[in-house]
């Protein structure tokens, strides 16, 4: 018998604006000691449905619309809310994507696991606090008895998610709902968690729903794999089965867009356009504090006409490199050349004249448009700054720059909220391209967007670079997706660079431990 | 806002700029729209007063006394025989402006000191908000004496100081606005545009933290005006017989149990102009929100 078995689900959505069904007549189950994993792209309904269940939709606007969802041989839907309370945390335990919205950051770790054990077990403090410290050594916590009395910031992520997880654990849940466990997470330590996940499952013999935007991060441990688009279940199967005959055409595009294959390397002479010599970047968090060396001692050559990727985790200070070398932090030491000029030395007004040579794409492109500027003032604001067109030519080239990035001309006046997370992107590289530059950075441009999104806007990217000439510094924290587009690749790692060479070297004969370390990390074994 | 316009791109989407885009949303908010109307007529009046005027403001009738409305003083007369109608438009005149001007010099000082030390930060950041506590830290009275004891007493001088002492806390919550908006990648992506500092605090960070200035904005105006009218009660404002809602009401309110019309008309076109400013403030503030728009 299925631990949870859903049966035409449906869930809506009441606004002012009308009926927005989220879930339309979804049913799948979740086996005893089986991971069954949803996957999706935003707002395909995967978490409302399993929140759906759990009566965590605030209603209104939420509204179940019908279907059934039976766990343990008892309707969920039908329960009242003090019965529902009674099972989420005891027998159904859920862990969310970000961990560190999910600990109160002023109580101790050890606090926080052992209040549910005396409030709703009737455990005495000192078998409680036995029992937490157990449970933190199984989730792989080293030093499970300092780790009681710390509080959530001295943990990093990783570490935050295992504390979320033994938290799940305490009550001995028989279901497990994570919800994009590892989206948070750097690439070594997703692989930890999933691998804590599954290890966890096959011990404890829980059921575990997935919930994931992430086909290759499943892939590696599901059982069972659900796909939903637009609140349908469009298609269900093995791994296996998903993977070497996808049916539904959606799960085929999905399957497209995963990263995948290598670029060929063009063959471009070694001709170097900025060189970088000894760079140090530090930041001083307050006076007389130890400095961070966010970029420490790096030496590094951007030849003309490539894409050179540039990995690393969080805190690797890759992000800041592509910052220093646009000059939008200040510099601690070493030397920048650009094309002859040396860029390092510049300041006031040559730097300001020369930065149409050299622009930027973000990460989050909820960010970096300016809420209260139209797509037009967006594009036409680097236009005018160096006067690259007259009045007259402004609409011209703004049209151009539209139809370049793939948008459609008519949302010229429309402003950033009213774009998709792919067209806001498409915004960013127009502005970016608009001065023509020689050079880009392109910070972890795709890492915001949906899969399928993130395929084409690589393809964008890769079309662009070609169109333009442009050299480009791709960073990324996803192997598959620099090993697509990137000619070279850099690997830093705590401020300093370990590794550099042709993509095609990097990934068959890795010399250093930590790049090695980074590979094994890849999610997606099947998928690749 | 410096926005170009664009006549061909015009045939295709309305709208061109963030100022056009409010006025437009603007003028949906019925309760808005009523505000500034009101505004609009109290500023005309007190322009038009000398001239429109029933009575003389020096005008007495010691006979008559405090008489309630009729016909001849429709708001009726003070204990001096003196009309109230006229009365309270002179006052509304050094009311408003006083309202207005001191509350411009406290925004536009404010804004732009807020802005400088937020988005240039360190040392900068550190001593010119220190300036400010300096000055928060100054009892305002003494403040004020020492103004009107070195100056004498005129009444730009109440405009200014009063203007000083209010744009300090527009200054904190200015910097806050910047501090974190300079954060934003957009702000970023401007400067690796090449944009002047200047420019980026006026195009980019300004127009972004323009609701929480507009709404200490239409804050201030009310409570500047309730300055002045306790500073003219202890005697360093506005002299008799010169007159303002302030001291109208402050009067009104001693012999309030005799004469209660005395209280009750000045007390209404205070409030009418504060409840005008706040209708107005909130619709210009989701005026200006653009997110808030196509809901």
Redesign the interface.
Known sequence: MSLLKVDHLSVSFVTRNGTNQAVDDVSFAVEPRQITAIIGESGSGKSVSCYAMLGLVPSPPGRIDGGSAVFQGQDLLSLSESELRAIRGRDIAMIFQDPMTCLNPFMRIGDQLIEPLTLHRGLDKKSAQARATELLDEVGIRDPQGAMRAFPHEFSGGMRQRVMIAMALINEPKLLIADEPTTALDVTIQAQILKLIADLQHKRDIGVLLISHDLAVVSDIADQIVVMEQGKVVEQGSPQAIFDNAQHPYTRKLLAAIPSGQKIADAVAADPLIRIDHLKTWFTPNEGAEPVKAVDDVSLEIHRGEVLGLVGESGSGKSTLGRSLLRLVPLTGGQIDFDGTTLSALQGKPLKQFRHRMQMIFQDPYASLNPRMTVYDTLAEPLLQHNLVSKAGLDQAIRELMDNVGLAQAFVRKYPHEFSGGQRQRIAIGRALATRPEFIVADEPVSALDVTIQAQILDLLADLTKEYGLTMLFISHDLAVIRQIADRIAVMYHGKLVEEGPTAQVFDSPSADYTRSLLAAIPGAHAA | MN??S?P???A???????WHDAWLRLRKNKLALLGGAVLLFMIVIALLTPWIAPYSYEAQNLDLGASPPSAAHWLGTDIFGRDLLTQVMYGGRISLAVGFIATAVALLIGVTWGAIAGYVGGRVDAIMMRLVDILYALPFMIFIVLLMVVFGRNILLLFLAIGAVEWLTMARIMRSQVQSLRQ???V?????????PATIIR??IV??ALGPIIVYTTLTIPSVMLLEAFLSFLGLGIQPPATSWGLLISYGAETMEEYPWLLIFPGCALTLTLFSLNFLGDGLRDA?D??G???
């Open positions: 926005t170009v664009s061909a791109f015009d295709v989407e309305q709208g061109s700029s963030l934003q990648e957009f970023e992506a401007a400067v690796s545009v090449g944009l002047s195009k980019h127009p972004n200006l653009v997110r728009s196509k809901d």
